[in-house]
């Protein structure tokens, strides 16, 4: 979810090595979430190394069904829940993890509302604020949600989601003022009109690959490259890819590209509020 505190101390703007102008550049083929209660529920997780398993759902479409999936939320959902003023943001929360409970149950062949969830430590601060995940599961999630759009993704190593509705070219190009240096520069050879999408799919990019490492936003956005232009950066250890979105929307991935060990890091998560 985009946010304007977190703007680094950084040197001054310097151009990286010459690079393709991204109008010469033919973007990847984005990957395409399924959609929930469009596509069969999952039942199998997919194989380590055929990349994350992806799946969306818009608030509209599932509203009315709010009432009858409260009952699968815990104790601290529901307080969370009713933590928020804006009908619009506790019907979101609710669909989202009503959503996420849905499909860990099927892949994990429980009943939603039998899934418990755990916070493991916080990699920056050890406490005990880090990524949900489902103790004794061998298995990855992400949620992000914006606007009315929710995107999950699942995986047998850790994986980070985002998704992002675009915004004003004043706002994206305040918001770029936090970014790696060349993904400035990069911003700062695209057209105005294309901007704002080139920068969503940057920050998009970005958490993605923040969340799945569990660190978030609390790591400055300046500090890792994702890339602005059509093809994601490459960063080590992980794979970055852009996913379809809903009109109006931008959308990432990253999966990380090595196992980890099964006692460090089972069933571990990220979930935005």
Do not use: N
């Not at 899934?115 to 004794?136: D, K, M, N, Q």
């Not at 949600?145 to 699942?154: E, N, Q």
């Not at 240096?181 to 695209?190: A, D, I, N, Q, T």
């Not at 950066?233 to 196992?259: C, F, K």
């Amino acid at each position: 979810m985009l946010r304007r505190d977190h703007a680094p101390g950084h040197g001054p703007l310097t151009a990286p090595t010459p690079f393709t102008p991204f109008t010469q550049l033919t973007p990847l083929t984005p990957l395409v979430p399924r959609t929930l209660d469009t596509a069969p529920l999952p039942a199998v997780l997919t194989p380590p190394g055929t990349g994350p398993e992806l799946w969306q759902l818009r608030l509209a479409e599932h509203r009315a069904s709010i009432a009858d999936g409260y009952a699968m939320l815990d104790a601290a959902e529901r307080t969370r829940y009713a933590s928020y003023r804006k009908p619009d943001d506790r019907d979101l929360y609710a669909t989202a993890h009503i959503g996420l409970r849905r499909l860990l149950g099927g892949y994990l062949g429980r009943d939603p509302a039998a899934v418990v969830f755990g916070r493991e430590p916080c990699p920056l601060c050890v406490g005990p604020h880090g990524r949900p995940y489902v103790p004794g599961a061998d298995l990855h999630f992400s949620l992000a949600h914006s606007g009315d759009l929710v995107l999950f993704a699942f995986a047998a190593t850790p994986v980070g989601v985002d998704v992002e509705r675009l915004v004003d070219l004043a706002v994206a190009d305040e918001i770029s003022t936090v970014l790696h240096p060349r993904e400035r520069v990069e911003l700062s050879g695209v057209a105005a009109a294309d901007r704002p999408a080139a920068f969503a799919r940057c920050w998009c990019r970005k958490e993605a690959y923040l969340k799945g490492t569990g660190t978030g936003l609390g790591v400055p956005a300046a500090e890792s490259y994702v890339g602005a232009g059509p093809w994601p950066g490459h960063v080590p250890g992980w794979t970055l890819s852009d996913v379809t979105a809903q009109p109006g929307y931008a959308a990432a991935v990253a999966l990380a590209t090595t196992p980890p060990s099964h006692e460090a890091t089972e069933g571990r998560g990220a979930v935005e509020p």
